[in-house]
């Protein structure tokens, strides 16, 4: 089956920031793709970089900041997206493009609208393009799994004659099931001639729930040794892989897979706090590796296991995946030095020290309002923090009123482009009546798809993170924002929505464009 080591491709920040309003700026992007260094992942498919100037500089600066992993740019099977995937790239210590073409009959006909001849000299003239530009070539078959496989063979053979290193078969529409998808792989494997001269790669979603369970099974049975995952298993529809249960379960069963895998495991919980707290998706509870409950015993009987031999009801370590037993770590009297050094075991980097100055003034801020600190705090402030001036909206300051039976009744203070703008209204309880002030000014005309609460810890004083998803002519954002007084939370979190909505530039996506 080849190597005995699997490489775990994150596409966390191009397929994962396809699920709706998962949208993130450069500067989020950057922060996720250290952190992403810091667990080491091997690649890192940064982005799109053909879809909009935004997306370029996105990756551009992440190839420019990453120097430990191999960062990667997707581009539909063109020369112009191959190119400015090349151009953003050219900085990169380790850079790869990563084409894709749908191959499947339903593809070809009703997407395309090409023949399968076509598509076949389409794949071969752009990795042979890509070639030119770089040693490091993907290619994808999109809807690889729903492919005639005598068609799917004569691709793969071609591409990697013209020179393509990786080949995915992706399951892009969450079709497969594990025992027919895996040995799906080893059947290409095994009729393509030319199959030992690339590394084999799957892309599996997860519609049916499996999405996990295919991945493995294409690398068991399959013989694949590359999978592609997301943090959290982020993406559009119901998901992708996620990274942390994959490389949970072959470091976990390495008896069974036999695979060696480079992932620094320790980093796996603060890289789902990040990408949750920065995409505004939450982690549910009960979510493998890194839900709250992930290590929880309710159960008597569990408890008295545990507490006699943990491994009668674990079989990972929490602290072996970057769960802390003792999650205290920063109180009002904490100093400088101390945070910073708590900013770097979290593997946040800020970009100067004016930018520590402001983290650690509104750490102490915080710390005069509740007394202790948790890690969730911190990267919570930080992503407060990150909020820039050329933000269109910025909150300033909140009076609420409300009382049992009665409306209530709210008094915002923002700011618009310097600006400061006072608004009020009332409403069906205090968050409604905060978002019905801001929009009486705003007039967004945005419709609210999600409101959600989540508390950043477990105390009674923890500060709440709010999502809020809002659309807008078929464009839809997440906002997110923090503070122990939840209505002031959520406020932060409509205005940060906002500037998402007002700020961020239109790009083609992967989706619309046909995605893996």
């Known amino acids: ?184 792989i080893k059947n290409l494997r095994e009729r393509v001639p030319n199959a030992d001269k690339a590394i084999w790669s799957v892309h599996c979603h997860n519609d049916l729930g499996m999405a996990v369970a295919n991945s493995l099974a294409g690398v068991k049975i399959g013989g694949a040794r590359q999978v592609e995952c997301t943090i959290n298993g982020l993406g559009e529809r119901a998901g992708n892989c996620a990274l942390e249960e994959v490389v949970m379960a072959v470091k976990t069963r390495r008896d069974h897979f036999g695979l060696d895998i480079n992932i620094a495991t320790e980093h796996i919980v603060a890289s789902s706090r ?69 900013l770097q075991e979290l593997g946040v980097e800020l970009d100067s020290e004016a930018a520590i100055n402001t983290a650690f003034a509104a750490f102490k801020e915080l710390a005069d309002r509740k007394s202790e600190i948790f890690d969730e705090d911190i990267l919570a402030l930080v992503q407060e923090g990150s909020k820039t001036p050329e933000d269109v909206f910025q909150f300033v300051s909140l009076q609420q009123h409300s009382e049992t039976g009665e409306p209530s009744r709210a008094e915002v203070v923002f700011q618009h482009e310097g600006r400061e703008i006072k608004a009020s209204a009332q409403g069906n309880g205090p968050v409604d009546a905060c978002f019905k002030a801001i929009e009486s000014q705003v007039n967004s005309g945005a419709e609210m798809l999600l409101f959600s609460i989540n508390a950043i810890s477990g105390s009674t004083e923890s500060q709440g993170e709010v999502a809020v998803r809002l659309q807008r002519a078929g464009r839809v954002v997440n906002g997110v924002g923090a503070d122990p007084d939840v209505i002031v939370a959520s406020a932060k979190a409509y205005l940060n929505a906002l500037n998402r909505l007002y700020g961020q530039p239109e790009s083609v996506s992967a989706q619309e464009a046909g995605a893996i």
């Open 1 to 184: 089956m080849g190597s005995d080591r699997l490489i775990i491709f994150d596409t966390t920040l191009r397929d994962g920031e396809q699920s709706p309003g998962a949208s993130m700026t450069r500067d989020e992007k950057v922060r996720i793709a250290r952190q992403l260094e810091r667990l080491r992942v091997d690649v890192i498919e940064a982005g799109f970089a053909a879809a909009s100037n935004g997306d370029f500089e996105s990756v551009q600066a992440i190839a420019r900041t990453v120097k430990d992993a191999t960062v990667c740019s997707l581009s539909r099977a063109n020369d112009r997206d191959i190119a400015r995937s090349a151009e953003a790239l050219k900085d990169a210590q380790r850079a790869r493009i990563h084409t894709f073409i749908a191959t499947s009959p339903l593809h070809m006909e009703k997407k395309l609208r090409m023949s399968p001849e076509e598509v076949l000299e389409q794949a071969k003239r752009s990795v042979r393009f890509a070639r030119n530009l770089l040693d490091d070539i993907e290619f994808s078959a999109e809807d690889g799994y729903r492919s005639d496989p005598d068609f799917l063979c004569r691709v793969i053979e071609a591409v990697i004659n013209e020179g393509a290193s990786t080949i995915n078969i992706p399951d892009t529409v969450g079709y497969g099931i594990p025992e027919l998808y895996g040995n799906f």
């Open 274 to 342: 990040m990408v949750s707290q920065i995409t505004g998706f939450v982690v549910q509870p009960n979510k493998a590796v890194v839900g709250a409950n992930a290590f929880a015993h309710a159960s008597g009987i569990h408890q008295d296991g545990v507490l006699k031999a943990r491994d009668t009801y674990e079989i990972m370590r929490a602290e072996d995946v970057g769960w802390s037993a003792n999650k205290i770590v920063l109180g009002k009297l904490s100093g400088r030095n101390a945070f910073k050094q708590r």
